[in-house]
């Protein structure tokens, strides 16, 4: 595995659970404790993927609530990052960049195949990827917006005596059966 197939890994555990949850933006991250093998990442890998995102401003690693006063106490003692580096979970916050950088790992992460690089499919299957990413931030910042800039692209685009042409085609198809 590359590096940025691992950040990707760890990117997608968070998009997963955070399906889940009532609250989207808000994970508890499991750290893999028990599974070792080939492919499969470690607790410390996904520790360091987490500093790292943490970093570049991806994520926020918060601590847990303590339920009990003596929770509270022994929490107060650590910083998010040294709880994490000692606990098996940690609280993590997605931010407003996540799912920008999670589009550009999936998007950039090759795998030792660089077959698809120059594979035409998988690039126009990219390109439709990208369109519809797009579209769908646009759909969820502005319903109205989106409206007007598709039907303004479509008016645009669409060649009306073309499309004239093709119906009447379809038309004559239809009647000669």
Do not use: C
């Not at 609250?23 to 990442?41: D, H, Y």
């Not at 960049?97 to 950039?108: G, V």
């Not at 690089?117 to 989106?146: D, G, H, M």
């Not at 598709?150 to 042409?165: C, H, I, K, M, Q």
């Amino acid at each position: 595995m590359t590096g940025r197939q691992k950040i990707l890994q760890v990117l997608k555990d968070i998009e997963r659970e955070s399906e889940i949850n009532a609250n989207p933006e808000w994970v508890q991250f499991k750290f893999n404790t028990s599974i070792v093998g080939s492919g499969i990442l470690t607790d410390d890998q996904e520790k360091r993927i987490l500093m790292k995102l943490e970093n570049e401003g991806i994520i926020e690693i918060h601590m847990p609530d303590g339920e009990t006063v003596e929770d509270e106490a022994y929490l107060s003692a650590y910083t998010p990052l040294e709880f994490m580096m000692k606990s098996n979970s940690i609280w993590i916050k997605m931010l407003p960049s996540f799912y920008r950088k999670l589009f550009w790992y999936k998007l950039t992460s090759f795998g030792e195949n660089s077959w698809n690089i120059i594979n035409p499919f998988w690039i126009i299957w990219q390109i439709f990827t990208a369109i519809f990413f797009v579209v769908e931030r646009l759909w969820q910042k502005s319903k109205i917006a989106t409206f007007i800039l598709g039907t303004l692209g479509g008016l645009l685009v669409y060649d009306w005596t073309l499309a004239w042409r093709n119906l009447q085609t379809v038309l004559l198809f239809l009647k000669n059966l």
